[in-house]
């Protein structure tokens, strides 16, 4: 009995173990600046009747590339969002902003 107590637990082990690392796989995505491009164009971020993007404004990021450099560029993204997108505000930690942080810097290369 004592021996199937310990294979049990071990087992639950693995599993939990399993679960906690495969969890960002099948959760949520790393902030990345391929996801923050793909929000860049997306009408994601925008209200319900909005149709347009980040893009329109920014075409394939003109305009943006000193933006990385801007300790305030998560208010000036949220700014936009909820402005001439209407859409909700981002989290600052969130892996929207983030991506989209990313981003915008990588517009500096």
Not at 21 to 36: I, L, N, R, T
Request: contains cysteine.
């Amino acid at each position: 009995m004592v021996a199937m107590k310990k294979k049990g637990s071990v087992a639950g082990m693995v599993l939990c173990l399993s679960i906690v690392v495969s969890g960002p796989v099948f959760g949520e995505k790393a902030p990345s600046a391929v996801h923050g491009k793909a929000l860049f164009n997306s009408t994601s971020l925008g209200g319900a009747a909005n149709t347009r993007t980040c893009n329109a404004c920014h075409p394939d990021g003109r305009g943006l590339e000193r933006a990385g450099g801007n300790p305030e560029l998560s208010r000036v993204i949220n700014t936009c969002i909820t402005g001439p997108l209407k859409g909700s505000k981002l989290e600052p930690g969130s892996i929207e902003m983030q991506s989209l942080l990313l981003y915008i810097k990588s517009l500096k290369q």
